[in-house]
């Protein structure tokens, strides 16, 4: 008997040893990110006129605004993205029609500002309003900054 108790202690600490290893992976990518992070807020501050920065931390450029109405969270959206990450590295790029409720935070903040009919945008997203901790796909590592390259296609679905 002592000797089960004595098993399970070991196994849950071995649990306890790995789960906390596992996180530490993601220091140093964490630490980068906040430092690029960082970095980026100081020269849009000094250099960057045309970056707009949004109260949760969002920049985005505007590089063409459609002509159309405004989509909102619960409009279909057809759009075209490339993602990248602070390293330079591209994870996904696609043509798609989606739910925009069903996107990002950053997302649901930054693409109702955009036009129908061809806005193109580009959006950096801190890790808290992208995908933070979570690593819901491989290729997007927990904290990442995420950098969008949008295209608002023209949905002609909106309602308003």
């Not at 036009?115 to 491989?138: C, E, F, N």
């Not at 997007?140 to 296609?153: A, G």
Request: proline share 4%.
């Amino acid at each position: 008997m002592k000797r089960a108790g004595l098993f399970t202690i070991i196994l849950f600490l071995t649990a306890i040893i790995y789960s906390s290893c596992k996180d530490d992976v993601y220091v140093d990518w964490k630490l980068l990110n906040d430092k690029w992070y960082a970095s980026f807020e100081d020269s849009m501050k000094l250099d960057s006129p045309k970056f707009v920065r949004t109260n949760s931390g969002i920049y985005y450029y505007v590089i063409n605004q459609g002509i159309q109405r405004h989509p909102n969270t619960s409009d279909p959206i057809h759009i075209s993205y490339r993602g990248l990450l602070v390293d330079g590295s591209v994870f996904d790029s696609i043509t798609t029609t989606l739910y925009l409720s069903s996107t990002v935070k950053g997302w649901q903040e930054i693409v109702p500002k955009m036009q129908d009919g061809d806005s193109r945008y580009v959006i950096y997203l801190p890790s808290k309003m992208a995908y933070d901790t979570a690593t819901t796909r491989s290729a997007i590592p927990p904290y990442s900054v995420l950098r969008f390259d949008i295209t608002l296609k023209n949905s002609g679905n909106f309602i308003h």
